[in-house]
C-alpha cells in the first residue's frame, strides 16, 4: 500500500527550487518515454506541468529500471528520485530515478501517428488527447481567460448573477432554438442571459454571466458551437459608446492578464505569443464597412448582414480589433433601440477581430421604453405575449441601458489562432458532435 499523503510532498513546480542531491517524490502521468542505449527518460505530467525523470542501471535497482523501460504512457505512477541540475533537461532540473510504483497501468495508448492526422478521430478520443501539451496549454489559458473577465468585471463593481438555461422566448431569433420536451409542455436552451440580466440591472445597475448559451446553428464552420460560453454584461444609465468602452476594456484587459499569468501556456500554443491591443479600438459605421467590401469587390446590398465571408474580408483590412456600429434595424434583434437620428439604423456594434477572425462580441442599447418594444415586436411580427415578463421590466422604471456578449471560444480562437473553434473547449459541441 503506498501511502498517498508522503508522495504528494513535491511536485513539478517545486521540485525545480529544490537543491542538488536532495530525494523527493511525485505523483503523476508518464506523459511520454524514450529509450536511449542505457538510459531512459521519463517526462512526467502533474498538476504544475512536466518533470524529466532519468533511469539508469547504475543509479536505478534492476528491477525499477525494467519497470521504466516497460512502463506504458499514461500510467499513473509515483516516483522517487534524486535532484540534479541539469540545463539539458526541460526546466533545468530531472529526477534521478530511485523508486518507481505503479498506480495504475496504461493499456496500449489508442492514439496513433495516423490519428494524429485526422480532426475527427482525435475528437473521438477527445477524453484521452486532452492530455496532450498543446491540449492542456489552451485548456489552462481558457481557464485564465474567464479568470481575468472575473477579474475585470469585480474591480469594476458588476455583480454576478446567474440565469436559467431553459427559457420560453428566443433573444437571438428563433431559427437557433433549440427546443425540447419540458413535461407536458415545451421549453428552448437559452441563447443569451440578456433578457435576464437587463431584469437585474434594477436590482444591481452593473452585471454580468459567464456561463454556456446555445446555438442550433447547422452551420459547420470553423468559428460556430452549438454550445459556447458566453461573457455578457449589462449596465443600466449606460449608452452604446459606454458600452463599447467597456468591451474594449475587457479586451484589453483580458489580453494583458493572459499575457502576464499564462505566457508559458501560450508559447506552447504560439510561439510568438499574443498581440495586446490597448483602447481605444477603431470605429468604422456600417456604411463604411460596406464601401470597404465593395472595393473589395464583394457584392451586397445595405440592409443585408455581414456573414463570416463578409468579416474575412473586411477584417484583413484591419490589424487591430475594430468596431463596426449604426447596424440596420433589419440586420438586428427586435430588442436593439434604433438611432434616434436615423431610425433605420440601430444603436449596436460588433466587435471585429482582425486578420480575418471577424466577430467576436455584439452588443448594443436596448430600448427600454415600453411603447417603443411593444411597437417594435409588433413590427418584427412577433407575439408580444411570448415577452410579457421581457415588457413588463418597462412598465417599472426601466433606465436607458446596454450590454453585450462575447463569446470565450470565439475570442479564444483568434487570440490563439486555433485552425477550428472547437480546439478551444475540452469537449466540443458541433452539428455534428455530441460525444464524447
Ligand atoms: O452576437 P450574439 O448572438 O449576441 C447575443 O447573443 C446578445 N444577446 C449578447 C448580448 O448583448 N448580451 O452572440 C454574442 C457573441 C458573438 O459575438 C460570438 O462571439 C458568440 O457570442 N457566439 C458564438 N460563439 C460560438 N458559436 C456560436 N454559434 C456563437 N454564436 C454567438
Ligand atoms: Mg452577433
Redesign the pocket.
Known sequence: MIKWLEYRNSNSKDIVKRSEGESVRILGWVSSKRVHKDKIFLSIRDRYGYLQIVATPEESSDNIFNLAKTIPVESAIAAEGIVKHDPRAPNGVELRLKDLIVISKADIWPVTKSALKSPELMYDKRHLTIRGPRSRAILLIRSGVIKAAMEYFEKNDYVLINAPTFITSA??GGATLFKLKYFDDYAYLT????FY?EAAICVFEKVYVIQP?F?A?KSRTR????E?W?I?A?AAFADHDDIMKVEEELVSYMLNYLNEHYSGEIKTVKKSGIKIYEPPFPRISYDEALEILHSKGVEMEWGEDFGADEERVLSMQFDTPFFVYGYPASTR?FYHMNDPDRPEVTLSS?LMAPDGYG??????QRIHDYNELYNKIISFGLDPSQYEWYLEIRKYGMPPHA?????V???MRWILELPH?RDATLFPRTPSRVYP
Open positions: 433573444v437571438e441563447q443569451s442571459s440578456q440580466e448559451s446555438r446553428e468559428r460556430h458551437l452549438t459556447f458566453h455578457e449589462e434583434s460588433d466577430e467576436i462580441t455584439s452588443g448594443g450590454g453585450f456578449g462575447l463569446g471560444e470565439r475570442f473553434i
